[in-house]
């Protein structure tokens, strides 16, 4: 795990855009996708870039997570963020930008088959991960097995408190489908971020090399190629 301390959030921005484009521009790429306030300027950058170019023609995309029971209309929904930060914008083909549908009837399936979509893809190649305060990634909140693959989980309280200003009428979602830790473990490579004064402590956390389920972003040391982008402060 390689460490880049980056001196502010438009510098982190502009390298995690920059790792996300040459990959882009290297192969046909399976992207990994997050979602959050932290990965909003390395959206902002790559659109600047691709807007005007072919960059997603050949790109994949899996989003990390959504929340349950929450519309893709929703302007809380992950489907509503992506479609603004990114898939308005860019040339990537509508069959090739996955979201876990939150809303599905039989959930369970829907988890089963977009593992099943991952994997018939040959595995995410690059993803990308924001950090939760609290140490998770994507939505998989202490305690998860290192194993773990897509699944519907319970957001423990203060992820729902922090994701509250989404959900201004107070109808904060209790439940999420999550891509798993062992999912993003079978990642070609990682590039996890990380700005601001309230992630100070889970960096220091993960920095510390203790691997445990407690803390689900130490599962990271266990994979070859992660870089974690740091940045000082949000802009
Ligand atoms: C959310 C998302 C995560 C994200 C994290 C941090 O709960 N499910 O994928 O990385 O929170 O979000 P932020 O970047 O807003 O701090």
Redesign the pocket.
Known sequence: MTFETLSDYATLSARAASLVLDAMHAEPIVLGL??????KGMYELIVAECSQQRCFRDATTFN??EYVGIAPSHPGSYHTYMRRQLFDHVDLDAASAHIPNGMAGDLNAECTQYEAAIRDAGDLGLTL????ANG????NEPGTPFDSTTRVVALTPS?RV??APLFPDGNVPTHAITIGIGTILRSKRIVLMASGD??RGAVEQLRSGVVSEDFPASALWKHGDVRVLIGAEYS
């Not at 997050?34 to 990965?39: D, F, K, S, Y």
């Not at 991960?129 to 939760?132: N, S």
């Not at 998770?136 to 939505?139: D, L, M, P, S």
């Open positions: 997050p979602t959050g306030r932290t990965p990390l997570d991960l924001g950090l939760g998770h990634i994507g939505f992820t922090a994701n309230r992630k």
